[in-house]
């Protein structure tokens, strides 16, 4: 264990799909950390490349997927270029991954009892009374009744179901959990009550998350830091109340003002214009800039790096001009 | 907000599902005792969880289903007693549905164009190969897509697009009350924005109704003129969107609004770990009891009905209803 805090080092990682037609990048050059018992929120809408930046950092990106630069160093080790037999044993003991449909990612045809055992068998050589005490532990961390052990995905609810995929996850309390849309199935109610269980158990036992969603109020009170997507790149990476209470790039703008609320007054709300670009055609210069309200002439010519602002990261060429910093005031004034 | 003009109405609809083996004597009820009205220019909202029977409504009005009980009037006119091809022709052209999955919705072999004119061509009969494209190209226009778009393939669509597409078929058919299930739960947050404003749009310009249904609250408040709340194939509570959420009076719509994630308030404390009951041979009683901080002995014996407690504002609630200030969930 190496003595930083970070347990999870991501440096300009770029992941490519390679397709007949060229070569598609939709990871490009992110960079990001996380700490020790962190939560990290990744943002972003469908095609932004935060699902194949999830798949990469747990190495599980399949052809014609490739990553074509960057490192990802978890606990000081890259896992770039790592062996399967390696990364085996990382899986479920150092780092695991809780998908989007827990239906789809557990097997109808094996009760979950007899699946935590696979994963607990695969590292190490459990007594049967082992593999059943530690099971029954875990499913009661979930808040889920031990007889479930029995059953088999259909017979649980949705939330269950996901509950069950998140018990099994924690079977070795790794140091890091990777949630890909692990609430997106469920109605509100049972949502809320599954953020709440992540974050206690996450405060219980200290692993860090990262916590992927399109929904950014849904992780506004659970997250330490957030970043936001755009068509492959981070947009914006800062602590979350800052970046609620005063986000700086156009685009998270436009994100936070197209949530119609169930407080305050009625507003019209306008959204974002447009739709994301093809990833296989992008504009030139700024990627954002189409469907920015604020893009001048400069935006079309330059690709904005990412500038240090405050405490947060921004991709955006306006961010220093005084009508930028204006309107993040102006926003949150209209939050609050 | 004033009641409108009657454009539909439902009447204790209720709608049972025989599940099981052929001997079998379990019965789902995944809708009892719905009664709803429907205005002109009334954009009404069906909130609820998955499996509160939400869509089975939508499915019994388009007549998708036939009522297990219960009546469904529209124009003043009882909808079972439309029988000829013609005329059920006539009531689904007037009462279209839209879906939720827009890449489903839409055949991919061919261009959007064909499923417009086909739609024409079946609801618009007086209209000459001419007039239906150009009616296709009104159309398009009014729900913010171009009329070129009509030679577009599904596949070059994005999801925001094609669900304007779902609108503009429906729109096509001249229709009175649109019935839209979840039309903007798989598009991404920038996006239902606009399907929302077209919705409303649809309402002002066009003088569209719309039985909007969805689990978000939310976006229910934004575009809703009336909140529908359901439970277990019950109405919960029902009244006027601002008035619901002002005060909601059944213990269910606390909860649920106490649920809904709210960067702009401070995270509430919702313990409640409970599930919708499956509503199989259902006993009488309230369905929401066994969730209830405050169920009394009534809610296990009686089933409770809707009451008005507050002008249009309805619960179903016994507490509710024997006048207590009802504060199961904080909001």
Redesign the interface.
Known sequence: MSATPEILDVGGLSVDYVLPTGDVRAVDDVSFTVDRGEFLGIVGESGCGKSTLLFAVAQLLAPPARIAAGSIRFKGTNLVGLTDTQLSAIRWRDMSVVMQSAMNALNPVMSIGAQFSDALRAHGKPSKQEIAARSAEVLRMVGIDPVHLKSYPHQLSGGMRQRSMIAMAMLFTPDLIIMDEPTSALDVVAQRALMAQIKDLQQAYGFAVIFVTHDMSLISHFSDRLMVMYAGQVDELGSTREIFDRPRHPYTQGLLEAFPSIRGPRVPLKGIPGNPPDLARLPAGCRFRPRCPLAVERCAQVAPDLYQVDAALVRCLRVGDASMSERADEHRSLTQ | MSPTTELLRADHLARHFKIGGVTSRRTLHAVDDVSLAIGEREIVALVG??GSGKSTVARLLARVYEPTAGTITFGGKPVAAIRSRRDKLRYSGQVPMVFQDPFASINPVYRVQHGMLRCLKLHRRELSGKQRLDEAARVFTVVGLGADMLQRFPHEL????RQRVGFAMALAMRPKLILADEPVSML???????L??LMAKLRDEEGVSILYIT?????A??VADRLIVMYAGQIAESGPI?DV?ASPKHPYTQ???S???????P?SQ?T??G?PPKVVNPAPGCRFRSRCPLAIDTCAQVTPVLAELAPGHEAACHVAQAGADVKAFAS
């Open positions: 969880e998955s994005s999801g925001g697009q991404d947050v920038s996006i239902r924005i606009g929302l404003n689990h978000d609250i939310a976006s408040r934004y601002e959420l909860l649920l609004l649920a809904v994630p709210d960067p702009k308030a995270l919702v409640d770990r599930e």
